[in-house]
């Protein structure tokens, strides 16, 4: 049973920055990534990275202000989260998929899911 286990997720002030930690339980998922669901709003993909040879991808939204990295064993991953908005304000959920599709960061390519940790953003 995969299991993705979120933390990190605040409250902070627009302009403000957090990280985000994702460990995974198991080694056979091709990527790993973060989506986010605002409230009324369907669920979007926000970054991706390949665990093999870490390339990663991003939303438009969040480009240059977001960083997705993992650590050297490959079980943890970071979104490092900068200049934030009160629009990037979601619940965030870890995600990880087993087909090389990571680049279209689409939900319904995801295999499994984390619990989703709220991190809201105030002007």
């Known amino acids: 049973q995969v299991q993705l286990v979120e933390s990190g997720g605040d409250s902070v002030q627009a302009g403000g920055s957090l990280r985000l930690s994702c460990t995974a339980s198991?080694?056979?998922?091709?990527?790993i990534g973060w989506f986010r669901q605002a409230p009324g709003k369907e669920r979007e993909g926000v970054a991706t990275i390949y665990r093999s040879n870490g390339a990663a991808f991003y939303a438009a939204s969040v480009k240059g202000r977001f960083t997705i990295s993992q650590d050297n064993a490959k079980t943890t991953v970071y979104l490092q989260m900068n200049s934030l908005k009160p629009e990037d304000t979601a619940m965030y959920y870890c995600?990880?998929?087993?087909?090389?599709?990571?680049?279209?960061?689409?939900?319904?390519?995801?295999?499994?899911w984390g619990q989703g940790t709220q991190v809201t953003v105030s002007s």
């Open positions: 198991a080694y056979s998922l091709r990527y």
């Open positions: 995600a990880a998929g087993v087909e090389l599709v990571a680049s279209r960061l689409q939900p319904k390519d995801i295999r499994y």
